[in-house]
C-alpha cells in the first residue's frame, strides 16, 4: 500500500500527453521518430512511478517538474537512438582482444572501406576485359606476391579456412594430426568438430606430447586424404616434447601424394622475433617449407579485418575454390578493400611497422609508455576528484590466442578511489561515452596504454574526469543514464541505480 506521501507524489506525474507537450520533448520530434520519443515519455513516467513505489520513508523523491523529466526522455531517447557497437578505448593491454574486436584497422584500409562502400566497384568485374571478374583477384595477386605461394583465397575467418580446405580435398575420408594439436581457440574453434563437420574422419597419431614422422607414416593407408598441422596457437607443451616440423611432413605428404595443410592460427609476414617475443613461424616459411596448403587469420597478428586466408599450390587452390562452401564463406568487398590495403602496407615492412596498429602496439618500447603512463597518472592526480593514479612496472599480453607464453613489458597506470572499489570505477568507465575497459589487479582498476591511441587519451581523461567528478559529488553523466547517489544510499546502491536516476 502506498503511503500518503507516496499517492500524492504519484498524482503529481505529469500524463504522457502533458510531457509530450513540453517544448522540449516536442523539439525532439524534429529529430527523432514519434514512436521513440512516446516510448521514452512512457519509460520515463513508469520508473517515476517505480522509484516513488520503492522510496523508504527517508529517501528523497524524484522530482517530478516537467522540466526534470524531459530531460530524462531527451537521455532516454538519445541513448536509444545510439548505434549498439561503438567504438571503445581498450585499455587492458591486450593487443588483439577477441572480445574488443581484435585488430584496429590502419587508417589506409579504412579509408579503402569507405571509398569502396559509398559506390559501386569491381568487385567482379574485369575493367580490362570488360566482362565478368573474380572477386579474389583483388588480393590473390598480393598475397601470392607476399607469401611465395602459388594462389590464394579469401573466406569469412580462418575457421571457415580451415572447414573449406577439408571439405573440399578429405570429405569422407581420414585426416592424420598430431594428438597434442587437437587445439580449441576461442571456446568455439575445436579442431576435431571442425573436422567433423567438414565430413571428414579424425586420425590422431602421436601422445599427448610427443610424435614422431614415423606416427604420420604408420597412419597413412587407403583412406588417408590429407595430413594436417595445426600451430597450437593458445597453448605450448613444455618439457620433454616431439614435433614433426612443415618440411617433414611436406615431404612425407609428397611421398605418398597427399595434400598437406598448415592451419598457422596468427599468419604473421613479418618476423616478430626482435621484439622479444617468442618466435613465430611466418606465413612465408610455412610456404617455403613446402606445406601445400596453408591457412591463416586477416585479423590476428596481420593486422587487418576479419578473414580466413587460403595460400598454397594452385592444383589444390583450383579444387577448394570450386567447392560449394567456398560461395557460402566468401568475403564482402568491404572485406578485400580493407585487406587488400592492409597487404600493401606489407609491400614496405617499414610502413606496415608504422601505420598498422598491431604491429604499432607490439612495438612501442617500455620507456615511451612510461613517459605516456607518468603523464597519465599526473593528469589524473592534478584532476583533484578523490582518484589517485601511480606508475608501476607491468605486462600487456599479445592476445588473440597468440603467442601465450610471451609478454611485453609496460608501465601501468594503476588508479584507486578512497571511497569506491577498483570494479565500481571499471564500471563506471565502461559506462562513458566512448566507454573505457581496464583491468582489475589487486583492488586497482590497472590502464595500459600500449592499446590505447595517443589520440585517444584526452577522451580516456575526460571518462575519468567524469567518473571521478561523479564519485565525488553530484552524478556521472554517462552513455547509459545519470548515475546519481540517491542522498541517503550507499554507494553499492548508487551503482545500482542505472535504470532511473534521482538527481541528487
Ligand atoms: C585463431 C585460430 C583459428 C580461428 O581463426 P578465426 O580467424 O578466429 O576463425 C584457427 N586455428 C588456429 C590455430 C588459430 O590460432
Not at 606430447?209 to 593407408?221: F, H, P, S, T
Request: aromatic content about 4%; proline content about 6%.
Amino acid at each position: 500500500m502506498p503511503t500518503p506521501r507516496q499517492t500524492q507524489a504519484l498524482r503529481a506525474i505529469p500524463a504522457v500527453d502533458s510531457l509530450l507537450a513540453t517544448p522540449t520533448v516536442t523539439s525532439l520530434l524534429k529529430e527523432y521518430p514519434r514512436t521513440l520519443v512516446v516510448e521514452a515519455v512512457r519509460a520515463v513516467t513508469a520508473a517515476a512511478r517505480r522509484s516513488i513505489l520503492a522510496a523508504g520513508p527517508e529517501d528523497d523523491l524524484p522530482d517530478l517538474s516537467p522540466a526534470a523529466l524531459a530531460a530524462e526522455v531527451v537521455e532516454r531517447v538519445r541513448e536509444a537512438a545510439r548505434p549498439h557497437l561503438v567504438p571503445v578505448i581498450n585499455a587492458t593491454g591486450v593487443v588483439l582482444h577477441t572480445n574488443l574486436g581484435r585488430a584496429p584497422l590502419a587508417p589506409a584500409a579504412c579509408a579503402a572501406i569507405t571509398e569502396v562502400a559509398r559506390g559501386y566497384s569491381n568487385l567482379e568485374y574485369d575493367l580490362e576485359a570488360g566482362e565478368r571478374g573474380s572477386r579474389q583477384s583483388h588480393a590473390e595477386a598480393l598475397l601470392k606476391e607476399l607469401t611465395g605461394a602459388e594462389a590464394a583465397l579469401v573466406v569469412n575467418n580462418n575457421a571457415a579456412a580451415v572447414l573449406l580446405v577439408l571439405a573440399a580435398l578429405a570429405a569422407g575420408r581420414e585426416v592424420v594430426v598430431a594428438r597434442g594439436q587437437l587445439v580449441e581457440i576461442g571456446g568455439s574453434f575445436r579442431i576435431p568438430e571442425v573436422m567433423e563437420a567438414s565430413g571428414c574422419r579424425l586420425r590422431e597419431v602421436g601422445t599427448t606430447n610427443k610424435v614422431y614422422l614415423r606416427d604420420y607414416e604408420a597412419a597413412i593407408g587407403p583412406e588417408t586424404a590429407l595430413l594436417l598441422k595445426v600451430h597450437t596457437s593458445n597453448y605450448r607443451i613444455l618439457g620433454f616434447t616431439s614435433t614433426v616440423s612443415g618440411a617433414e611432413l611436406a615431404a612425407l605428404g609428397a611421398r605418398y601424394n597427399l595434400p598437406t595443410l598448415e592451419d598457422l592460427g596468427s599468419g604473421v609476414l613479418v618476423d616478430l622475433s626482435w621484439l622479444g617475443l617468442e618466435r613465430e613461424p611466418t606465413v612465408p616459411e610455412s610456404v617455403a617449407s613446402g606445406i601445400d596448403i596453408v591457412t591463416f587469420s586477416g585479423d590476428k597478428l596481420l593486422g587487418g579485418p576479419q578473414a580466413g586466408i587460403i595460400v598454397g599450390k594452385k592444383r589444390y587452390l583450383d579444387i577448394i575454390k570450386r567447392h560449394p562452401l567456398a560461395r557460402a564463406l566468401r568475403v564482402g568487398k568491404l572485406t578485400l578493400a580493407a585487406l587488400e590495403a592492409t597487404l600493401r602496407l606489407y609491400r614496405e615492412p617499414k610502413r606496415a611497422w608504422e601505420e598498422i596498429p598491431v604491429l604499432r602496439a607490439l612495438s612501442l618500447g617500455e620507456a615511451e609508455l612510461k613517459v605516456r603512463a607518468e603523464r597519465l597518472a599526473h593528469k589524473i592526480n592534478e584532476l583533484g576528484l578523490g582518484l589517485t593514479a601511480e606508475v608501476r612496472p607491468g605486462t600487456s599480453e599479445v592476445g588473440g590466442g597468440a603467442l601465450p607464453l610471451s609478454s611485453l613489458p609496460t608501465h601501468l597506470v594503476a588508479v584507486t578511489s578512497s571511497r569506491y572499489s577498483a570494479a565500481e570505477l571499471a564500471a563506471a568507465l565502461r559506462r562513458q561515452d566512448p566507454p573505457v575497459v581496464g583491468r582489475i589487479a589487486d583492488e586497482r582498476l590497472l590502464l595500459d596504454l600500449r592499446t590505447v591511441f595517443p589520440e585517444d587519451e584526452p577522451a580516456l581523461v575526460a571518462a575519468l574526469a567524469a567518473v571521478g567528478g561523479g564519485l565525488a559529488g553530484g552524478g556521472v553523466r554517462c552513455r547509459r543514464a545519470y548515475i546519481s547517489p540517491r542522498r541517503s544510499s550507499s554507494a553499492r546502491h548508487h551503482f545500482r541505480s542505472f535504470g532511473f536516476s534521482l538527481r541528487g
